[in-house]
């Protein structure tokens, strides 16, 4: 009796160490219910964009559209304000990204929050924020006055707009890299008798020149989608301050649904362009390795 209860007794621990027939089908119903999700938000997120530019493209609107006058001023006026736009986003952005990066200083981190805080603003609310600076009877409309400059509802305006928010974009990831540079390599090229300025350049940069460049990509895919801040400081007038997502506005507005698509889909090509190149060419590698700091 001892024996064959410590026969089955055996036997039962041997048939529970071995695995449940119904374990890899549920492993695979793991798996099928994953890539389920995951197809379906994709297609959610991807059709939407795919509709509109095939939609433009195949019902010749995008090449009429490229023949408007209206939509050839609103592109050149766009590629004229995000190129001056990015050229101020570097020429201040990137000493402000190097002293955050490198330096510790009382508030750096209210800086750093405020540099940040034009991401995650409402469009519309940057826009009143600029105007209430920059307006007729904004904060600094009295030293603008004595110098004959209105900064309102002019091209001037409209870059003023990109650069507000797209700059912290750069902002941030020009920090990130830089301070990813070894120190160490800095330290023994001073060593060698490197300036401070042949250092940067020629030791910062190209070591930071994923993040740099992957910085400068974004703020420009970012003012080139700029809307809201623009529409309320800068206004919609053809010409002067009405770039191509003003343009996708007025269409709708006002019933040019065609010309409204296809103008969409201009946007959507830059933007997918950017991104693609983004990836194929590793820019802003340094974000993806070490995260937002």
Known sequence: MTTDAAGRSGDGAAATDQPSPVAPHRGRWG?????????????????????LVARAILDGSLRVALASPE?????????????????????????????LARRQFRGKGLVEAVVDLPIVLPPSVAGLALLLVYGRRGLLSAPFQLLGISVPF????????????????????????IASVDRDLE???????????????SVTVPLAGAALAGGLV????????????????????????????????????????????????ILVLAAFGVLVAVRVFHWGR????????
């Open 31 to 51: 798996e099928w219910s994953l890539t389920a999700l995951a197809g379906l938000f994709a297609l959610f997120l991807g059709l939407p964009v795919a509709t």
């Open 71 to 99: 939509v050839l001023d609103a592109l050149w006026l766009s590629l004229i304000t995000t190129a001056t736009s990015l050229v101020i986003t570097v020429v201040l952005g990137l000493p402000l990204a190097v002293v």
């Open 154 to 177: 002019t091209t001037v305006a409209v870059v003023l707009a990109m650069t507000f928010v797209s700059a912290p974009f750069f902002v941030r990831s020009a920090r990130i890299g």
């Open 187 to 201: 330290d023994a090229a001073r060593v060698d008798g490197a300036s401070e300025r042949h250092l940067f350049r």
């Open 218 to 265: 974004m703020a420009w895919a970012r003012s080139l989608g700029e809307f809201g801040a623009t529409i309320m400081f800068a206004g919609n007038v053809q010409g002067r301050t009405q770039t191509l997502p003003l343009v996708v506005y007025s269409e709708f507005q006002g019933g040019g649904l065609d010309a409204s698509i296809a103008a969409a889909a």
């Open 286 to 293: 340094v974000l993806d390795v070490r995260g937002v700091a």
